[in-house]
């Protein structure tokens, strides 16, 4: 066993709390992207849903050629601080702004413009985040090679994710986004959006800094790109994502991931569209509901542990916590659609919609803690296969996916807005029922059917807790033989 593995087997609670504090800048910006980013260009700024669409996508197209780029990079990167921390400083001041750019741009530009700007700053804010967040997520797996502390590790990042999710919702809808005689919606007011991106890029940039400071002390444990190592070409990239993808167990995730980011980031960017106009609350209700799903989402992050050690197999409680979430996301929307939900306005609807948000949302938790731990052990049977370590290619799979939550999740959201025909600026007084309707199609049934094929893909993993043990047994004995 190499000096690695036994000093990375058991963390101290500084490491563990350390790294973890780096997914709240993650946090920050999914958020910030599922949420506002679509009704802010839509709906303040005048940009088409179609034309929204057209920008993500590109800036999809983009991520799907940078992050494994990255990724391959930073495996075979020789320098004295290691290979991950690097990347992470050198991110930390264009991630936050580039973010702070996205929400703030210049006044008076035409739609052509507007798109433009979209394009170039959504394309640098994500290229940016992945030159920190590849790094950063893969140290899950070179932190511990131990199956549960693994399981643990990812739930501490989901927990402070929430964090960083909650702290958009308080921070923004709270202070940045209330109403004011002039915007009784306060998120119509194009004024509030680069002083809350100012404050958001400037948490990204601490968040980011915490993390690789933290964790600095622990390089001499984690593995380094030895002496034989490849260097860096976008040949080898090919190569080591064609090796990734020939692993069934890791094509199961990145499908499962990708289909689950795109339904999250559907029901993000729609739920505002969703809480105002369908259901009829107010800006401030909406502020309260949300802090409740992240922490539903927080229970289940933190629960995913114990729940580990109760259900053996990973993708027993990756399966529950998609049917979960599809189950309680969907009640208050089906029950509605069947006429048998209180009227839109009512309290008690506020009150329904809160609780099974909340409820779904310990799904969310769980599920996520589940896919970060399952790629580190692909990283394993990637070792015994290949005799190589490439965590950077598997976690920017994972990168990617979790951008589709703000990226094909918002396409999707546009193409609905456009078909339902939802106008700009548009209130309860002048939007058309019919266009409510289909809205909640696509968020009752839709949400459903989407979450049946991500249940689906997740059906193929095929990598058990015994297996991974039967990896771990090959890989130490292939270092004891050299």
Known sequence: MSVAEQDAGVLT?????MFAVGQIPEGVQSTSFGFFLLFFYNQVLGLSGFLASVAIVIALLVDAISDPVIGSWSDGFRHRWGRRHPFMYAGAVPFALCFYLLFAPPAGLSETEVFV?????????????????????????????????????????SVLQSVGMLMVFLIGLQIFFEATPEYPNGQLNPAAYPNFAIVFGLIIFIGVMLTAYGTHSHIPHL??????????????????????????????????AVLFGMTMGMVSALSIYLGTLYFQFSLALIGLSFPASVLGM?????????????????KTLLMGGLAWYALWNTMPIMLSLAGLAPEPGNALLFYLVMVCNAICSMGIGVLTVMIGSMIADITDQHEANYGNRSEGIYFAASSFASKAIGGFGVVISGLVIDLAGIQRSATIETVDPESLTTLALAMGPGVMIM???????????????????LIRAEIADANAAS
């Open 223 to 256: 593995p380094q790109a030895g002496p034989t190592a490849a260097r860096f070409s976008f040949r080898n990239v090919v190569q080591e994502a064609s090796l990734a993808f020939g692993l069934r167990s890791f094509r199961s995730v990145v499908s499962t």
């Open 13 to 17: 609670w500084r490491v563990r709390i």
């Open 451 to 469: 979450i049946g094929s991500t249940i689906i893909a997740a059906s193929f993993y095929d990598l058990s807790r015994e297996k991974h043990r």
């Open 117 to 157: 700007w979209l394009v170039v700053f959504s394309v640098l804010t994500r290229t940016t985040q992945s030159v920190y967040s590849i790094p950063h997520t893969s140290l899950t797996a070179e932190l511990s090679t131990d199956y549960q502390e693994r399981t643990q590790l990812s739930s501490l990042r």
């Open 298 to 314: 927080f229970l289940g992050a933190g629960l995913a542990t114990p729940l580990g050690e109760l259900f053996q197999e990973k």
